[in-house]
């Protein structure tokens, strides 16, 4: 196989990262036999230096094979971003195996978390002279879709939420109400196939031979004098990438549950641990946004970015609660009562649902009106999702 080092000039930066990474998780497993702060700390640095080499290697792969390819970098960048969630999905199958009620917390959480980084992102985007910065052609046409979709989801979700919560009483007393195995079987599926849809007609809508709609639609080719990278070298890129990523999420959810116990014992309340979860949870996607970035490569960066927001009620949050049912059903995690409950639906779960409907009302509405920000729609959406944030936090 040809050497990586070789086919990309990036290529060292991801080995030295992964490098370092890699030694700080086996300092922090084999050498060190206590579980205090000090390994905490060695496993979340390692893990993150992972994380962040497996998202450059990742990124080196999809801009290959966009070139190779010829398809729209923004489709490129979906790609990667999806792939982006296996540390996350990783990190948080192990709290929902220690916590499943504050695991579920947390997956929601990461939707406000992403929602804010793309608010942030959109500040740092190129502008024109009326001091507005352009969207890709494939995000304001079907990504805007996602986000009307999460704010019906949320919605309809949070309100039954709340019904199921008034009148989920029996002949005698009150049953504590809880969604179910089969409840969070029939939402993951319902759920996951609007993914499924919707990554079938990005890839067939922008990507291969069609009519560009704006320059941003275009697709990528290689340079006059660059070498295409090799297949098999692109797939080592690829394959490589997960794999780390998967060391590096385990490492960061160690990290995190440390954390969060040590927040939990200084008097913090429960969403604020919770959205430090969320935070760590969504450093895949953060390290390929501003990789991509600093690389000029914006369509991927703004894939990843709304891939943030739009893979989380999508893809995390559905395989989170199909993880959960399999998880109760197979004993791995007892279950609430005789009936199969699974989360438990009171104010903590029900309020991070419910506020998820107004950042993806405020985002959809940014977005499809022109398919530009301007400064004002910009600062409404770090202001809202700011909003919804600090509120979860000092009043969760």
Not at 248 to 270: D, K, M, Q, R, T
Request: proline share 5%.
């Amino acid at each position: 196989m040809p050497d990586p080092t070789e086919e990309n000039p990036h290529s060292r930066h991801w080995l030295w990262l992964m490098t370092i990474g890699l030694a700080l998780i086996a300092i922090a497993t084999f050498l060190l036999q206590s579980h205090g702060l000090l390994l905490a700390i060695l496993l979340g640095s390692g893990g993150l230096l992972v994380v962040f080499a497996a998202s450059e290697m990742m990124i080196i792969a999809v801009d290959a094979y966009a070139k190779r390819q010829k398809i729209n970098s923004f489709v490129a960048g979906t790609m990667a971003g999806l792939s982006s969630n296996i540390p996350e999905l990783v990190m948080l199958a192990f709290i929902l195996v220690a916590t499943p009620r504050v695991g579920f917390i947390v997956t929601v959480l990461t939707l406000h978390v992403g929602a804010a980084a793309f608010g942030l992102y959109c500040g740092i985007l190129p502008r024109d002279i009326e001091g507005d910065a352009h969207l890709p052609k494939p995000l304001v046409n079907l990504s805007t879709d996602l986000y009307a979709a999460a704010a019906g989801v949320f919605f309809s979700l949070g309100v039954i939420m709340m019904l199921m919560k008034v009148f989920s009483v029996d002949a005698d007393d009150a049953v504590p109400a809880a969604l179910n195995i089969a409840d969070l079987y029939v939402f993951g599926a319902v759920l996951l196939t609007i993914q499924v849809v919707a990554t079938t007609r990005l890839v067939k809508r922008f990507s291969g031979t069609h009519s560009p709609a704006s320059i941003d639609d275009v697709p990528v080719s290689a340079g006059r004098h660059e070498k295409p990278m090799p297949i098999r070298t692109m797939l080592a890129f690829g394959i490589a990438g997960l794999g780390v990523s998967v060391i590096g999420g385990h490492s960061v959810g160690e990290f995190a549950s440390v954390l969060v116990e040590e927040l939990a014992n200084a008097g913090y309340s429960e969403m604020f641990g919770a959205v430090i979860l969320s935070v760590f949870a969504s450093a895949g996607a953060f390290v390929m946004i501003g990789s991509a970035h600093f690389q000029g490569k914006y369509n991927i960066a703004m894939a990843n970015a709304s891939g943030a927001i739009t893979q989380v009620p999508f893809l995390v949050l559905p395989i989170a609660m199909i993880l959960l049912a399999v998880f109760t059903q197979t004993g791995v995690i007892p279950a609430l009562d005789e009936f199969g409950g699974v989360i438990p639906i009171d104010m903590h779960t029900t309020s991070a649902i419910l506020l998820g409907f107004p950042s993806m009302l405020v985002l959809w509405k940014a977005v499809q009106d022109d398919g530009k920000v301007n400064w004002l729609e910009t600062t409404t959406m770090i202001s809202i999702f700011m909003l919804v944030i600090y509120l979860l936090v000092a009043h969760g």
